[in-house]
């Protein structure tokens, strides 16, 4: 058991399934050996198997956290946010300190348009840790929906200082400064997300709409078009 979570650790998933499916042999009623087989399925996106592990577990130790919060996973992965949230909410019961799990289960409430609940998450989880990058940026993601620019640009700010290469957050940080109208600044993320990834097809939708917005009606309609060849489901709208 310790050998495969420890291949599990190193990224080393066939290994650790191998050698966890072992442990299980030997050890039928061994939860964590069900949880850490799980994640290494999770990893080959093995869900429905991943799902009968997790179960597994979360039947033999109705207490083992890590077991509830990993199926939660698994869950949202298939789109099944209430599930998740309610296991998460149960390995929130158990782990009352684990910024990982109000980071998921924020991530689940905001994918349902809870964008006031998963804000309270994701503050609890940078509490927790404050220096997840990914997590400053998911809340200010979650406040431009609730319509919080100000402070969605000072939690896009820091995610950019704690990561500067991170493309997403510059696009986020220019839709929230389009919607203030400092469409100059916009601009400015906008192009920095383009040069991070130049096949960022939301970059290149949002550019087209800051120039929109200063009616630049040709660079506009460029970049939108650049955006509809990279992800054609824009055509749609963001």
Known sequence: YSRGVAYEKMGRHEKAFQDLDMAIDLD???APAYTARGIARTAF???????????????LDPNFGQAFYNRGLVKAALGEHEEAIADFDRALELLPEDADCYRARADS???????????????????LN??????????????????????????????????PSYPMAYVS???????????????TDLDEAIELDPDL??????????????????????NLNRAIELDPSLANGR
């Not at 220096?131 to 969605?152: C, F, M, P, Q, W």
């Not at 097809?201 to 460029?222: C, D, F, I, K, L």
């Open 28 to 30: 039928p009623n061994h």
């Open 45 to 59: 996106r093995d869900y429905q198997w991943a799902l009968l592990d997790f179960n597994r577990a979360c039947e």
């Open 109 to 127: 409430r905001a994918a349902l348009g809870r964008f006031a609940q998963a804000v309270e998450d994701y503050t609890r989880a940078l509490e």
């Open 130 to 163: 404050p220096l997840d990058a990914e997590t400053h940026y998911s809340r200010g993601v979650a406040y431009i929906e609730l319509k919080k620019y100000h402070e969605a640009i000072t939690d896009l700010d820091r995610a950019i200082e704690l990561a």
């Open 173 to 187: 940080r220019g839709i929230a400064k389009e919607k203030l109208g400092h469409y100059e600044e916009a601009l």
């Open 201 to 222: 097809a939301q970059a290149y939708y949002n550019r087209g709409v800051v120039y929109g917005s200063m009616g630049e009606y040709e660079r506009a309609t460029q």
